[in-house]
């Protein structure tokens, strides 16, 4: 299947960008007549016959379309401090996308040690990822937020900080509830500050573990990512 990402689609003709012409006719060498898929990212699946395969605009007929191709059966949010080397986000947001993800905050935390973000590099990544595992939806990517402002707006029953203090001692599958959305907080690698995770319990954010092994920020981010497919798998009616 050879899967092209077209955001803007609209109508019954459709013309690649000078990339994607680029890739469609020189590296796949698709030609005339050839079957191609589009998806936008918004659970839009398109079926479409190359009519002009030009290196720069090559000229596509849409002739059959599926919405909500891929839908994840449930909501899953990471909000995650970025680790230093952008290297590990990256390959973090590349297996969440994967795994399945329908949206990723960047928190600014008090031990941050990165406060500066390539959003639009990550963005790139999860785009390949969708393309490569076949899914349908594009998650939302946000920007670096301060971890203040993004608790105040959380919803707090459904919000989960994992850390290493002595009283995250519940794990995820205690307090999941099937066909909710669910988002954990992921810290830096020195860990959320005594100050950010009283001020998360204070407006009614849990605490949860992930286990008894000390984790690396984007391990621990991916173990939350898998753990929340896995509990909807477990506790999805049959």
């Known amino acids: 299947m050879h899967l092209f990402y077209t955001p803007d689609i609209q109508g019954e003709i459709y013309t690649l960008s000078e990339e994607e012409s680029k890739h469609c006719t020189r590296v796949l060498r ?18 479409a016959i190359i009519q002009d395969a030009h290196q720069k605009r090559c000229q596509l007929q849409i002739i059959d379309k599926q919405m909500e191709y891929g839908k994840l059966p449930y909501v899953s949010h990471i909000a995650v401090a970025p680790t230093k080397n952008l290297d590990r986000m990256e390959w973090f947001v590349e297996k969440a996308v994967e795994i399945g993800i329908s949206e990723i905050t960047f928190l600014l935390c008090e031990h941050s040690e990165r406060r500066s973000l390539r959003l639009d590099r990550l963005e790139k990544i999860a785009v390949s ?12 990517l946000n920007d670096l937020t301060p971890f203040d402002r993004f608790i105040q707006k959380a919803v707090p029953e459904n919000t989960f900080i994992a ?12 307090y999941y509830k099937h066909g909710l959305p669910h988002c954990i907080m992921i810290g830096p690698e020195g860990d959320f500050s005594t100050e950010e995770i009283k001020a998360a319990y204070a407006v009614g954010i849990k605490p949860v573990t992930l286990g008894q092994s000390r984790l690396r920020t984007e391990t621990a981010a991916l173990v939350a990512c898998h753990t929340l497919s896995v509990l909807h798998d477990i506790y999805a009616p049959l």
């Open 129 to 140: 990822a969708m393309k490569q595992s076949k899914k349908g939806y594009l998650p939302l």
């Open 163 to 174: 850390h290493l203090e002595d009283d995250a001692t519940k794990s995820i599958k205690d």
């Open 30 to 47: 698709l030609n005339h007549g050839d079957t191609v898929y589009l998806i936008d990212g918004f659970g839009g699946m398109y079926t």
